[in-house]
């Protein structure tokens, strides 16, 4: 295809780059953090921390301390009423609106036109680089890829300062080109009633030749489930028999891979997951038998990585790309061109290999149970349900869990209540073969169950399909990058759960 032919040429010098930065991970991104501190002198936090002096990483680090949201809040409420050059050089009236931290309910994290452009949507362009030269003969270019935004609002405080899903940013941000190959029309895509917009995406999309989607798994899963009993079709293949590829993120896709297979029964069809977030984009899939990601070196970002054993010390190690090491579990400190300085993202990750630099995302900082001292992360549930799954020809749609704490009478135990897709016939033996995969991937996990002295086996409950929608809505939190927290160290989601949907 003549098309395909001048896109893949014009492809090819990213290519060489991305090529480049896995061949250069440390030069590169020593050049990327002096970037940032040159471009960032002369903003007040350049100014207070002195950037004009620091010579290299040794000095960053001594010279700049790590942060959370709470520290750099009031630094962004500045900027969200109308002050500039304080984190950044450049104007910021974006902010990504994502979940909040335990002191808020939400975090609004700046976004400026050099995140947009080298950070995200050069990501997103990666993304389409890489599968097309991949597969030459794809139809991505010539037909229409859908994308599932969010909504976003005029902050009231100041009329040039806005805020909304990240999704949503970058859907009003969008250079005009992109628009002729997407669905549907911004407007559409930009609602706040996400059942108003799967309604009205279903009208236009379907009458679309649609040959990729993309966006969280979750959400997407119920477009595609709206999309069946809209068309009373079968499976997406008769709606959209061409479709060719689900670029996927925000969430680990293992838990929905069975669903999308029986949405897709085809092997002609192609899954690329991603790793961004409303901070920036940090990875993506670039072999397709492989299920980590690359961590692209050269967006604007400059990465630190903290042991998470070390978090909650005064001074925890911070180390740089060339001190890592594989199968470590490390929270995600970033930099960005943004204005974020040593920011812990709240996210942990994984190398998978270091030739090139690739990673899993093992799961949140604020997500595990640790009650008892099992430490168990949500790499290992999403692992240790797919085992189960596989055992007990169970299918997962949406799932939460957290400790149930000891009494005079009973030891501990993690209670999970999960909505199933396909039950399985045996809901004990699924329950046996989850607790039988924990061990084997946790082994914390696998000494507080000895004997059940410390933990009994995990408490499942199998419950209503729509549950985890429901409770969402009423949160307020459909669509966009919103996720159904996964793990908790305490019972506030099980609790109201029960509470309100269970009885």
Not at 138 to 151: A, E, N, P, Q
Not at 350 to 365: A, D, E, L, Q
Request: net charge neutral; glycine share 6%.
């Amino acid at each position: 295809m003549l098309i395909n032919s001048i896109i893949n040429s014009f492809n090819s010098g990213r290519l060489k780059k991305i090529d480049y930065f896995k061949a250069n991970p440390r030069l590169v991104q020593e050049r990327t953090l002096h970037d940032l501190l040159n471009q960032a002198k002369d903003t007040e936090w350049g100014k207070t921390h002195q950037f004009g002096k620091i010579r290299d990483i040794a000095d960053f680090q001594k010279s700049l301390p790590l942060q959370k949201y709470e520290d750099v809040k009031p630094y962004v409420e500045r900027i969200r009423n109308g002050e500039q050059n304080v984190l950044w050089p450049s104007v910021i009236t974006w902010f990504a609106k994502s979940s909040g931290t335990t002191s808020d309910k939400s975090k609004f994290i700046p976004v400026s036109k050099e995140t947009l452009k080298q950070c995200h949507f050069r990501g997103g362009y990666d993304v389409l680089a890489i599968y097309a030269s991949q597969n030459p003969k794809t139809r991505i270019f010539t037909s229409k890829i859908l994308t599932l935004g969010g909504s976003h609002q005029i902050n009231r405080v100041e009329n040039d300062s806005r805020y909304g899903d990240l999704s949503a940013i970058m859907i009003e941000n969008i250079p005009r080109l992109v628009n002729l190959v997407r669905t549907p029309p911004a407007k559409i895509a930009l609602l706040s009633d996400f059942d108003e917009k799967l309604e009205k995406i279903a009208k236009i999309s379907v009458k679309e030749q649609v040959v990729a989607f993309a966006g969280v798994p979750s959400w997407n899963m119920a477009l595609m489930k709206y999309i069946l009993n809209y068309t009373g079709k079968k499976n997406i293949l008769e709606v959209w028999p061409k479709m060719e590829l689900f670029i996927h993120g925000g969430v680990s896709f293992e838990p929905y891979r069975e669903q999308y297979r029986m949405l897709f029964p085809s092997t002609e069809m192609n899954y690329m997951e991603t790793y961004n977030a409303s901070e920036g984009f940090f990875a993506l899939q670039n072999e397709p038998a492989s299920t980590d990601m690359l961590l692209m070196l050269d967006y604007g970002v400059f990465y630190e990585f903290i042991p998470v054993e070390q978090l909650g010390r005064e001074n925890p190690e911070a180390l740089t790309i060339h001190n890592v090491e594989t199968n470590r579990n490390y929270a995600i400190v970033i930099t960005t061109n943004s204005g974020l300085w040593r920011y812990i993202i709240g996210d942990t990750v994984m190398f998978t290999s270091k030739n090139p630099y690739k990673i899993i995302v093992s799961g949140r900082t604020t997500q595990f149970i640790n009650a008892f001292g099992e430490e168990v992360i949500v790499d290992n549930a999403e692992n240790a349900l797919k085992a189960a799954c596989k055992e007990t020809g169970a299918i997962i749609s949406e799932y939460t869990a957290g400790p149930v704490y000891m009494n005079s009478v009973l030891s501990g135990a993690h209670e999970w209540l999960i909505e199933f897709e396909k039950e399985p016939e045996n809901l004990e033996l699924f329950t046996e073969q989850l607790d039988k995969a924990l061990c084997s991937l946790n082994s914390d996990y696998e000494a507080k169950r000895k004997k059940d002295i410390t933990l009994r086996m995990p408490v499942v409950h199998s419950i209503p399909k729509d549950t985890f929608y429901n409770w969402m809505k009423k949160r307020g939190k459909l669509g966009g990058q919103n996720k159904v927290p996964r793990l908790s160290n305490d019972r506030r989601y099980l609790e109201e759960i029960k509470r309100d949907f269970l009885g």
